[in-house]
């Protein structure tokens, strides 16, 4: 997710990022799940702030890219980059979190490494693979459709049925979801091509993958240890896909402009690796734990919306009314949806 495009809606150690960071084995989940043992409402808001902290960060990928592809940049160097940086902030955080167990780190280290291959790198090079094929709208319609699809594994997985008012806020949030991409006037729709379609179904199961294993709690693993471990696999799956020509690396070192202003071509790289890959993946992880797979991979819909949000700010992209509806249509299904989590049980188990 925070896939870097125009169009795209792909940490401090502090607070309920590092409460779970304690020494903690896979049957003591109760103390990594970040903000045990505050109340419930405290716990909803904290994990909402985070969620909105994180789909705000990954969206102004969007913003900082547009730059980068203007002056040369390749989507493939941009997501490399990205991670890369992220994890040279986040390993160093992650191993002072572990506090000297690396055991959780031995248990998990497929679970690490799925998470990394398919829920970062696998998902951004999906969708860059999509958007060769489809235009972009279609494409992220296809690739926000993880919240339904974390709603259905639930079900399916654990016999956890959704209530009414979960699949009220999954429609609502759907249809604001095709407003804020403007599919309905024209402007962000187009014709597809199976193999662009097939390639955004990875990516929306990248994505699911991403929210359900961010709540798992019985892993023992901090956040700030996920979030590390995850982005350096990440990191090496995307250099081997640089390396095998499967995905260009082009840059450039030409300043790209943002709101009419020119900036060194290492600032808006430098956001994206510490703002839009660093924070956000961490900020989801904290998330993640305190909300649930279901209602965090639906407060993670905001991306999309802040990414308007951002480039009307910043690239004077103006957003038409129609997308305005589809941001409060979208806020609507994630209210529906802690409504139905209220009614449901069990929302954490190991996967």
């Given at each position: 997710?925070?896939?870097?495009?125009?169009?795209?809606?792909?940490?401090?150690?502090?607070?309920?990022?590092?409460?779970?960071?304690?020494?903690?084995?896979?049957?003591?989940?109760?103390?990594?799940?970040?903000?045990?043992?505050?109340?419930?409402?405290?716990?909803?808001?904290?994990?909402?702030?985070?969620?909105?902290?994180?789909?705000?960060?990954?969206?102004?990928?969007?913003?900082?890219?547009?730059?980068?592809?203007?002056?040369?940049?390749?989507?493939?160097?941009?997501?490399?980059?990205?991670?890369?940086?992220?994890?040279?902030?986040?390993?160093?955080?992650?191993?002072?979190?572990?506090?000297?167990?690396?055991?959780?780190?031995?248990?998990?280290?497929?679970?690490?490494?799925?998470?990394?291959?398919?829920?970062?790198?696998?998902?951004?090079?999906?969708?860059?693979?999509?958007v060769q094929y489809m235009p972009v709208?279609?494409?992220?319609?296809?690739?926000?459709?993880?919240?339904?699809?974390?709603?259905?594994?639930?079900?399916?997985?654990?016999?956890?049925?959704?209530?009414?008012?979960?699949?009220?806020?999954?429609?609502?949030?759907?249809?604001?979801?095709?407003?804020?991409?403007?599919?309905?006037?024209?402007?962000?729709?187009?014709?597809?091509?199976?193999?662009?379609?097939?390639?955004?179904?990875?990516?929306?199961?990248?994505?699911?993958?991403?929210?359900?294993?961010?709540?798992?709690?019985?892993?023992?693993?901090?956040?700030?240890?996920?979030?590390?471990?995850?982005?350096?696999?990440?990191?090496?799956?995307?250099?081997?896909?640089?390396?095998?020509?499967?995905?260009?690396?082009?840059?450039?070192?030409?300043?790209?402009?943002?709101?009419?202003?020119?900036?060194?071509?290492?600032?808006?790289?430098?956001?994206?690796?510490?703002?839009?890959?660093?924070?956000?993946?961490?900020?989801?992880?904290?998330?993640?734990?305190?909300?649930?797979?279901?209602?965090?991979?639906?407060?993670?819909?905001?991306?999309?919306?802040?990414?308007?949000?951002?480039?009307?700010?910043?690239?004077?992209?103006?957003?038409?009314?129609?997308?305005?509806?589809?941001g409060v249509l979208i806020l609507a299904?994630?209210?529906?949806?802690?409504?139905?989590?209220?009614?449901?049980?069990?929302?954490?188990?190991?996967?």
């Open positions: 997710m925070g896939a870097v495009t125009p169009d795209t809606g792909g940490s401090a150690a502090t607070g309920p990022l590092a409460a779970g960071a304690g020494r903690t084995g896979a049957g003591t989940a109760g103390a990594t799940v970040a903000g045990a043992g505050t109340t419930p409402a405290r716990r909803l808001t904290s994990g909402l702030v985070l969620a909105g902290v994180s789909a705000a960060a990954f969206s102004l990928s969007g913003v900082f890219a547009s730059g980068l592809l203007d002056t040369g940049w390749s989507p493939g160097a941009m997501v490399l980059a990205r991670v890369a940086i992220a994890a040279l902030v986040v390993l160093p955080l992650g191993i002072v979190s572990l506090r000297g167990d690396w055991g959780p780190v031995r248990r998990n280290l497929g679970l690490i490494a799925v998470y990394g291959a398919v829920s970062v790198a696998g998902c951004q090079f999906a969708y860059f693979s999509a709208g279609p494409a992220l319609l296809i690739e926000y459709t993880a919240p339904a699809a974390v709603v259905l594994w639930f079900w399916l997985r654990h016999g956890q049925r959704p209530t009414v008012a979960t699949v009220l806020g999954t429609l609502l949030a759907a249809v604001g979801l095709v407003l804020v991409l403007d599919l309905t006037t024209g402007a962000g729709a187009g014709a597809t091509d199976p193999a662009g379609v097939a390639w955004a179904l990875v990516a929306m199961l990248g994505v699911s993958t991403y929210f359900v294993i961010n709540a798992n709690a019985e892993t023992g693993l901090p956040p700030l240890a996920l979030a590390a471990g995850g982005l350096t696999t990440a990191t090496l799956a995307l250099g081997l896909l640089g390396a095998t020509g499967l995905m260009p690396l082009d840059y450039s070192t030409a300043a790209p402009v943002y709101a009419g202003t020119a900036v060194p071509w290492w600032l808006p790289v430098i956001g994206l690796g510490i703002v839009t890959a660093a924070l956000a993946y961490v900020a989801g992880i904290a998330a993640g734990r305190l909300l649930g797979p279901r209602l965090s991979s639906f407060v993670g819909l905001f991306e999309v919306v802040a990414a308007i949000g951002f480039a009307w700010l910043l690239l004077g992209e103006l957003p038409r009314p129609v997308q305005l509806v589809g299904g994630v209210v529906a949806v802690q409504a139905g989590e209220k009614r449901t049980r069990g929302d954490r188990p190991a996967g």
